[in-house]
């Protein structure tokens, strides 16, 4: 019985930190970046978030070999209003796939 507890705590331990792990990959949505929930991006949110997603990857060794070429605050603000809406992110997002 406590072999079958520790095997289970194992697992899931392992499978919290490729979680973690696969948190740090891809397109982040527009909510992650919305801290406040208020509809918008700011530089202080955006900046905030990336900083988070960049020390994870560090901590968990992974590459970060483009991570000078992300796309930072003033390339999702198109309107230069110093705020990110959801469809200037989506907009960013599509013209980054799309150029790959």
């Known amino acids: ?11 899931s331990l392992v499978g919290l930190n490729l979680f973690a792990a696969d948190a740090t990959r ?10 406040n929930k208020d509809g918008v991006i700011t530089q202080e949110e955006f900046d905030a978030v990336k900083a ?11 590459p970060m070999r483009n991570a000078a070429n ?13 705020k990110i809406t959801k469809e200037e ?6 013209s980054r796939m799309r150029s790959r």
């Open 1 to 11: 019985m406590k072999k079958a507890l520790m095997l289970l705590a194992m697992v």
């Open 26 to 35: 891809g397109p982040v949505a527009f909510e992650t970046y919305d801290k």
């Open 52 to 62: 988070e997603r960049m020390s994870a990857k560090a901590e968990a060794g992974m």
């Open 70 to 82: 992300s796309p930072d605050f003033t390339f999702f603000d198109t309107n230069k209003d110093g």
């Open 89 to 94: 992110y989506r907009d960013g997002q599509l």
